[in-house]
């Protein structure tokens, strides 16, 4: 085609959460542990969730449905659909391949892309994907879809209050109003099991808490400083690290993938460190005043170091509430939405002010997903009649959120063993109702005895 199309990147984006949710003031003294450990500790105030009608077919189906009919566009209009999940129905058959069903209509079946999986960084994935194929000879002129979703489950116990469940559907081309900063992309890949799922017979993870946060955040130290290092390069900077073009204050919001609020508070406070060490010893003092003590501590010495926490969290807190806090809002009401997460993120960031303050800033992005993928990136908010088409399409979102229904922990844990009991079962029918599902809300039928799963639609509005 000659050259790249202009402005690649996200055209428009629709959210899903469950309609039922847990309060997590509630959970904790259903399970009995001290007021505020969920709210306070985890940073987190409300739990949604998924009911045995909703899989992840229904929910990728949801959100598909909504960002077409929203978008205005047709399924003809879709050249690439890229989905990113580690909630795994088959271990053969894609969720991609569920969602041409809702293809068949416009006869249109040349429709490339498949799933992505790794922990929560799968969306990512699916997102530079579609980026990748908008920009490469491949193109045929075409829209690409991403979906993230999730539902993400935990047995019972300290992990349970940390679930959650959601989607989110982006539609991606050229001349975008989030547009991807080329060459900004900085990635660390490595091995580990902090978080991991063997038992094929099981929907829950096994988790080692302690690993998962070190490698969360080591992978946020490599990454971010990978991602300066190529900043300056791109934008010819010179001089060494301490130049301010690059760093925190390089980014107008920064979002991170959040497994519950308060490590996204750390992690913010974590790349302030990082700037501080990078700065000359002179002007320490000056920069980061009263953190003196801290020069010379070793990055990879400070993951469980209370101390240094403390005082970066203390420093950067005005900070944090600035460019990070608007991002938490979906985090702290629906909880982890796994590969979803992310962009539930971003959801929160453009729905937290006014649309004429978010022209011209510069987003940036942490995603994460154990075992481990991780790559820092980012994107620019351009102003215009797009952006302000695409935050008012996400308007709706408060509304869904203030009109789910509140579930007792009681009842919520005896629907989590119901589904534990019913896992991987066939012939299954669903006993849920579907009156509390929002219009719209593609649900499940059955599962027949050949594991087949058969969905029907609430009615739209």
């Known amino acids: ?19 039922t949710f847990v309060d997590q003031k509630e959970y904790e003294a259903f399970h009995g542990v001290p007021a505020g450990k969920y709210t306070i500790g985890l940073g987190q105030d409300k739990m949604g969730f998924c009911t045995d009608r909703e899989d992840i077919h ?19 209009d879709i050249g690439r659909l890229d989905v990113g999940t580690e909630t795994i129905v088959d271990k053969s058959k894609s969720v991609k391949s569920v969602l041409m069903k809702l293809f068949e209509e416009s006869g249109n079946h040349d429709v490339e892309g498949l799933d992505t999986t790794n922990a929560c960084y799968g969306g990512t994935a699916a997102l530079f994907n579609a980026i990748s194929w908008v920009e490469s000879s491949a193109w045929d002129g075409r829209l690409a879809v991403v979906i993230a979703g999730d539902i ?28 991807m900063e080329r060459g900004l992309r900085a990635s660390y890949m490595a091995h580990a099991y902090d978080f991991y799922k063997p038992n094929l017979s099981s929907e829950y993870p096994a988790v080692d808490g302690k690993l998962s946060i070190q490698c ?39 979002v991170f993938h959040s497994p519950y609020g308060k490590l996204v508070e750390k992690s913010f406070a974590r790349l302030v460190l990082n700037d501080f060490l990078s700065t000359p010893l002179e002007r320490v003092p000056e920069v980061y005043p009263n953190l003196e003590k801290f020069a010379g501590v070793k990055l990879e010495e ?14 950067s807190k005005q900070l944090f509430c600035r460019k990070t806090m608007p991002s938490l809002l ?3 009401q629906v909880g982890n939405m796994y590969t979803a997460s992310l ?31 991780s790559t820092m990136f980012s994107m620019k908010l351009v102003s215009g009649p797009k952006l302000a088409q695409l935050v008012s399409q996400l308007t709706y979102v408060h509304d869904s959120l203030a009109r789910r229904t509140k579930v007792d922990p009681a009842d919520y844990t005896a ?30 039928n059955e599962v027949d005895q050949m594991y087949r799963r058969t969905y029907g639609q609430v009615e739209e509005q």
């Open 1 to 19: 085609m000659g050259s790249w199309p202009e402005d690649v990147g996200i055209l428009g984006i629709h959210m899903v959460v469950p309609s």
């Open 58 to 76: 229904s929910l990728c189906m949801t959100a598909l449905n909504g960002l077409v009919r929203k978008m205005g566009i047709s399924y003809s």
């Open 152 to 179: 993400a489950v935990y047995a019972e116990g300290s992990a349970r209050p940390t679930g959650g469940a959601g989607a989110v559907a982006m539609l991606i081309g050229p001349n975008a109003p989030l547009v």
């Open 216 to 254: 969360y955040l080591g992978a946020l130290d490599s990454c971010y400083q990978t991602y300066c290092r190529k900043a300056r390069k791109l934008s010819a900077l010179t001089g060494d690290s301490s130049n301010d073009a690059v760093g925190i204050n390089s980014f107008d919001a920064m």
């Open 302 to 315: 400070t993951y469980f170091d209370r101390d240094v926490e403390k005082g970066f969290m203390s420093f």
């Open 330 to 332: 979906l985090s702290n």
């Open 343 to 373: 962009y539930g993120g971003l959801v929160s960031y453009l729905i937290s002010k006014p649309v004429d303050e978010l022209g011209g800033k510069r987003v940036g992005f942490f995603s994460y997903g154990s075992g481990l993928a």
């Open 415 to 444: 629907m989590m063993a119901a589904k534990e009991a019913s896992y991987n079962k066939a012939p299954f029918l669903p006993t849920a109702s579907t009156d509390s599902l929002f219009p719209g809300t593609f649900y499940l």
